[in-house]
């Protein structure tokens, strides 16, 4: 996706807003105050960026999470069967963490709209750690199967808040720097 996504739409040959050359203001140097008062967008290079706080805490928080997240799902069959579960509903367990995990990238994608990536990582995380704990203490195929679509769906939505953290990765290291 990261070779696909266009953000400004100068990045395909378009202006804002379906203007045209003539409407648009472009900003000028420092002394020529014609210009729009939009200060230009960062443009980092890849050098720069490895060498940010900021890129290193999304790498490791991106890595630290997804490593779970994988481990869990290639073990769940045998977890519940280890802890009663009949094959069948065991492989419903599966089939109910994907569930979550589709349901968990629209809230998460649609809880983006009000918060902030930042803040929605954090309680991501908090959330995933809480689900964790939940899902080793649950007891009983009903208490396995909201446990499973609630850990499906903050994994599913660890998913999405990554997709958007990297997309956003020049903001987040602008506050990292100030």
């Known amino acids: 996706a990261w070779l696909f996504i266009r953000k400004r739409p100068e990045d395909m040959g378009l202006l804002p807003d379906g203007a045209s ?57 045998a977890f519940f069967i280890s802890r009663g579960f009949s094959p069948a509903s065991s492989a419903f367990t599966v089939f109910l963490y994907g569930v979550g995990a589709g349901l968990g990238r629209l809230l998460w994608g649609v809880l ?14 908090f959330a995933y750690a809480v689900a964790i704990v939940v899902l080793l203490s649950a007891r009983g195929e009903l208490a396995g199967y909201a446990v499973v679509l609630i850990l499906g769906m903050v994994v599913g939505g660890g998913q999405q808040l990554n997709v958007q953290a990297w997309a956003e990765v020049a903001q987040i290291i602008e506050k990292f720097k100030a």
């Open 21 to 77: 050359p003539d409407e648009v203001s472009l900003p000028r140097g420092e002394g020529d105050r014609r210009g729009s008062s939009v200060a230009p967008e960062a443009v980092w290079r890849l050098s720069q960026v490895i060498r940010t706080r900021a890129f290193w805490v999304l790498t490791a928080s991106v890595n630290l999470t997804g490593v779970p997240g994988g481990t869990i799902i290639l073990h769940m069959g």
């Open 112 to 125: 983006g709209e009000w918060f902030t990536i930042k803040h929605l990582l954090t309680a991501r995380a």
